[in-house]
């Protein structure tokens, strides 16, 4: 592979898929040597991206700032769950990017800072 992998904005919308679920199976795969031909390590990666995609259901227009800090807190869930590796979870988060996003969930988000 030449390069980073690049998805276009919209992507979870358009093809079912986002990039910040993506990237915790990522991280799961380097951290095990995950390869298509090793069982365990793969499935341990792919079940990564699935544990993050489905705690971004949310009903709610997307938001990359939301799904990025959703897919980190799943990440940390799943690498001490999985894999006995245990992050620091750091303080609650609050957004400041609610006036720049036309769309944002604001109370139904769980980072909304009124």
């Known amino acids: 592979m030449k390069g980073p992998v690049k998805y276009q904005g919209g992507w979870c919308?358009?093809?079912?898929?986002?990039?910040a679920a993506v990237g915790v199976g990522i991280a799961v795969s380097v951290?095990?040597?995950a390869t298509p031909l090793t069982g365990k390590e793969r499935a341990l990666a792919m079940g990564a991206t699935s544990f993050a995609l489905s705690r971004m259901l949310d009903d709610q227009?997307?938001?990359?700032?939301r799904a990025s800090r959703v897919a980190v807190e799943a990440a940390?869930?799943?690498?001490?769950d999985k894999l006995g590796i245990n992050l620091v979870q750091g303080k609650k988060i609050?957004?400041?990017?609610?006036?720049?996003?036309?769309?944002?969930?604001?109370?139904e988000c769980p980072y909304y800072n009124e």
């Open 13 to 19: 919308g358009l093809y079912g898929d986002c990039g």
């Open 94 to 107: 609050s957004c400041a990017y609610t006036v720049r996003n036309q769309q944002c969930a604001k109370t």
């Open 31 to 33: 951290l095990t040597n």
């Open 76 to 80: 940390i869930e799943y690498l001490l």
């Open 61 to 65: 227009p997307h938001c990359c700032k």
